[in-house]
């Protein structure tokens, strides 16, 4: 158990949809990371956020959007779902205060379908 | 913009054996690491290296970070079958303050058979 957590574990939805995927990160880490991970194109950074700030920006579709809130957790939104979205989104978590900023330590992952 | 190749991409040995897979890039990244992925889990971090030249011993996994940063080996000893997953790098690259961009290798899918 990395000690970052996500919710849902799964997510069905059809096109055109908006949902929401939520991260907690582990005790005292301050970055929040997203992923996208699909069979095609493999894991695909979307978007860094470190104490509330987005910090460092990757892949991630102008349809999607991402926060981190006063308590760190951090959500990711996408909106006008397309097929192509089917994937598995990961959060990941480190600290950049006191230990190695390095290390990430990623949760269980959302499999999202849309259909 | 900044790649990362792994090889083999597949790869089937029996238990006992050695292997060693490879990541390599054409860019220098700010560190290096490792992780191990089982099927619908969590990629699970196995070392970080961050000086080009650095060797790292983890049990029987022994990693290396090529001197110019571009490129990194992780090498199996007498590989187990609870070795078998998807082994990715991912190079860290420096944006602003805190802001780091990780790259991802498409993986390598490691099966040690019984």
């Known amino acids: 158990d990395s000690g970052v957590t996500q919710t849902p574990k799964h997510l069905i939805t059809a096109t055109g949809q908006r949902v929401t995927l939520r991260c907690s990160p582990r005790?005292?880490?301050?970055?929040v990371y997203w992923y996208q991970q699909s069979l095609d194109q493999g894991l695909q950074f979307l978007i860094q956020?470190?104490?509330?700030?987005?910090?460092a920006k990757g892949n991630i579709l102008e349809r999607f959007s991402a926060q981190q809130f006063p308590d760190l957790h951090s959500e990711l939104n996408l909106s006008s779902l397309e097929l192509g979205d089917s994937a598995l989104y990961f959060c990941a978590s480190s600290t950049s205060s006191g230990g190695n900023p390095y290390e990430q330590y990623f949760g269980p992952g959302t499999r999202l379908t849309v259909t | 913009t900044q790649l990362l190749e792994q090889s083999p991409q597949f790869l089937s040995i029996q238990e006992g054996e050695n292997l060693t897979v490879y990541c390599n890039s054409s860019?220098?990244?700010?560190?290096l690491q490792w992780y191990r992925q089982e099927p619908g889990e969590g990629p699970v971090l196995l070392v970080t290296?961050?000086?080009?030249?650095e060797v790292k011993k983890l049990k029987r996994l022994t990693f290396q970070f090529g001197d110019a940063r571009k490129d990194s080996s992780l090498h199996i000893t007498a590989a187990q079958p609870g070795d078998t997953g998807l082994y990715l790098c991912a190079g860290g690259v420096w944006g602003n303050a805190h802001g780091q961009n990780f790259v991802f290798g498409p993986g390598t899918r490691l099966s040690v058979l019984p």
């Open positions: 860019s220098v990244f700010s560190s």
């Open positions: 005790s005292g880490d301050l970055s």
């Open positions: 290296v961050v000086t080009g030249g």
């Open positions: 956020y470190y104490n509330g700030e987005e910090r």
